[in-house]
């Protein structure tokens, strides 16, 4: 039987509030997350329990003032997201995961929140084309939006085009009221909503009518080349194999591609293959295209919603 270790963790005065968090409210998760006893005495935290549980906790509060003193605000679920990077041993530190700003609105930072959000955003910085594959919720199309973003306001790209299948998912296009253009919004709209928060609101529809933004069905693809973009096809589980094909061959020079979607939730015909399933056969394995694989550990919405991921997966194994 290992004996119980205690030890000290003297944190930085200026930055000890900001790691326990409001009333130790970070201090509390922690300790719920890690089978050890803490005792707070102004800025140093005595930590005591079995030894891999006391390691455990020095290197989340160790990190966890890394993030502090680049001037980010933790959270609960910022201190829960660091107990799950150590546990897999990541490769990268805590804070080189929750502390990698993409772009900043006002008080807004966008960051990825987990491993392997963290994952696939380094694979768009250094890929051409990248497929983000993985339940709702895990910031497939956000992140992708923010390096967009990114890429638009450092002249990496000169233009971003955003695009989606008009694939009907219980209603059909013809019931719904107004124009074509009324009919076609609704699907366009999740991207709509990533833009406003990452550029001031008055900003897009001016950018739009430039041609620096673009959000359009993915019918208005065909026969075009897509130079010097940064090009997002989103719901891409929704195309066929022949409109994935058709997409992807649109690439041209200067152009970053990104195919996000979940392939649990295909709302194609009966008997109509996937476009999605059948690239990671054609394309894994080809060189400047990655394939990254999110979980419903990625999942950053309510806690429940990795948990309905999980029991739907389940469910689809046994059936």
């Not at 897999?88 to 966008?110: F, H, M, N, W, Y």
Request: net charge negative; charged share 25%.
């Amino acid at each position: 039987m290992t004996a119980d270790l205690r030890e000290k963790v003297e944190l930085d005065t200026r930055y000890a509030s900001g790691v326990l968090g409001i009333n130790e409210a970070n201090l509390r998760t922690l300790d719920n997350l890690i089978d050890a006893d803490f005792h707070v005495r102004g800025n140093v935290v005595s930590i005591s329990g079995p030894g891999h549980e006391v390691s455990r906790a020095r290197k989340v509060l160790t990190e966890l003032e890394s993030i502090a003193r680049r001037g980010h605000v933790i959270s609960p679920d910022a201190v829960k997201r660091a107990v799950e990077i150590i546990a897999v041993e990541a490769p990268q530190s805590v804070s080189q995961v929750l502390g990698s700003d993409i772009v900043s609105r006002r008080d807004k930072t966008i960051r990825p929140k987990t491993l392997g959000q963290k994952t696939y955003v380094d694979a768009i910085d250094h890929n051409t084309v990248v497929f983000g594959i993985g339940p709702a919720g895990s910031g497939k199309t956000y992140l992708a939006v923010a390096k967009a973003v990114q890429a638009l306001q450092t002249k990496q790209v000169s233009r971003i085009i955003l695009t989606r299948p008009a694939v009907e998912a219980g209603e059909k296009l013809g019931f719904l009221p107004g124009t074509l253009g009324d009919k076609i919004d609704p699907y366009l709209r999740p991207l709509y909503d990533a833009l406003r928060d990452m550029l001031d609101p008055e900003m897009i529809p001016k950018l739009m009518e430039a041609g620096v933004i673009e959000v359009a069905p993915l019918a208005y693809m065909r026969g075009r080349t897509l130079s010097d973009s940064f090009v997002i096809l989103d719901e891409a589980q929704n195309t066929t194999p022949e409109q994935m094909k058709m997409f992807l061959t649109r690439l041209g020079f200067g152009a970053k591609m990104v195919v996000t979607g979940d392939v649990s939730q295909v709302d194609l015909p009966r008997g109509t293959q996937s476009g999605l399933r059948v690239v990671r056969e054609i394309l894994r394995g080809v060189e400047d295209i990655e394939f990254c694989e999110m979980a419903s550990t990625d999942v950053v919405r309510h806690q429940l919603v990795g948990r309905i991921v999980d029991a739907y997966d389940l469910f689809e194994e046994k059936s």
